[in-house]
């Protein structure tokens, strides 16, 4: 199993980022997946996810600005990000669950891309 997050890098204040990750080994449409961050010094957040049947949840400090979404048949989840602000900036990683009856089943990670909002 591997996920392979790209699209991370530097971008202003008030720019936009489009991050993706690639899933292989899974069966990527039974699969919640979601969106992570991590700053310097602090705990790994989510910050949205998306259910197999497409339900979207979004942490309160990236509602209305970031958007995620999944393609099945590539087997890729993105995270649009738009009006990036300096507290955006920390390591991104995706993440994949298989839930069955609220239990999580398998969980695996990405290796984590970078995104710094700095002017």
């Known amino acids: 199993v591997q996920l392979q997050a790209s699209g991370g890098g530097l971008v202003q204040p008030g720019g936009s980022l489009r991050l993706a990750c690639t899933a292989s080994g899974i069966t990527f449409s039974r699969y919640v997946l979601g969106w992570y961050r991590q700053a310097p010094g602090k705990q790994r957040e989510l910050v949205a996810s998306?259910?197999?049947?497409?339900?979207?949840d979004y942490a309160d400090s990236v509602k209305g600005r970031f958007t995620i979404s999944r393609d099945n048949a590539e087997n890729t989840v993105y995270l649009q990000m738009s009006s990036l602000k300096p507290e955006d900036t920390a390591v991104y990683y995706c993440?994949?669950?298989?839930?069955?009856?609220?239990?999580?089943?398998?969980?695996?990670w990405g290796q984590g891309t970078l995104v710094t909002v700095s002017s």
């Open positions: 993440n994949g669950k298989f839930v069955v009856a609220s239990y999580t089943a398998a969980d695996y």
């Open positions: 998306i259910t197999p049947g497409g339900t979207t």
